[in-house]
Antibody, heavy 121, light 105 residues
């Protein structure tokens, strides 16, 4: 059973960069060739896909966030990361990591528990 | 961006009754539609993918139908543990989610 666990600071100052990591257990980042995603949820915007990254390092981002987002993989630690720059209050949300089952049918099948990010000076 | 619209915003159903949730896409997504259930303080849980296939362990009272732009999730006999938020999500383009339907008893 694949399990995901987010980690990172719960409080970020405006204009700074948010960095989160998702540790994957019960399976390898490379198994199945599926990409690994970040999704956030805020009261104002609901669920929003941020982007996903493959084991190879190829990444695809939500066009609305592309200029501020980067993702990376650490194969030695079986984890992947998110960096979101120029943080504003609008970025406050619960951030989830999830596996994206890509194929004929595409969906998010495994999710982390989520981590709350607050934006405040 | 494909916009997903869910209705109703809130669905009030008595235990044992049937509940019907709707999801509409702004353009055709074929059958690339998934449904998720989210309970307070938890991550979304996959219920249905491919518009109509139940995920592992999902009770048979959950049934998904539809294709193109119109989709429905039916809970045939609502149980107290079904109280939750329900989201649809398309993956025909980059993934987008509906705004959710709150199911209450």
């Amino acid at each position: 059973q694949v399990q995901l666990q987010e980690s990172g600071p719960g409080l970020v100052k405006p204009s700074q960069t948010l960095s989160l990591t998702c540790a994957v257990s019960g399976g390898s980042l490379s198994s199945g060739g599926y990409p690994w995603s970040w999704i956030r949820q805020s009261p104002g915007k609901g669920l929003e896909w941020i982007g996903y990254i493959y084991y190879s390092g190829s990444a695809y981002y939500n066009p609305s966030l592309r200029s501020r987002v980067s993702m990376s993989v650490d194969t030695s630690r079986n984890q992947f990361s998110l960096r979101l720059s120029s943080i504003t209050a609008a970025d406050a949300a619960v951030y989830y990591c999830a596996r994206f089952h890509s194929g004929f049918n595409r969906y998010f099948d495994y999710w982390g528990q989520g981590t709350l990010v607050t934006v405040s000076s | 961006e494909i916009v997903m619209t869910q209705s109703p915003g809130t669905l009030s159903v008595s235990p044992g009754e049937r509940g019907t949730l709707s999801c509409r896409a702004s353009q055709s997504v074929g059958s690339n539609l998934a449904w998720y259930q989210q309970k307070p303080g938890q991550a979304p849980r996959l219920l249905i993918y491919g518009a109509s296939t139940r995920a592992t362990g999902v009770p048979v009272r959950f049934n998904g139908t539809g294709s193109g732009t119109e989709f429905t999730l039916t809970i045939s006999s609502l149980q107290s543990e079904d109280i939750a938020l329900y989201y649809c999500q398309q993956s025909n383009d980059w993934p987008t989610f509906g705004g959710g339907t709150k199911v209450e008893i």
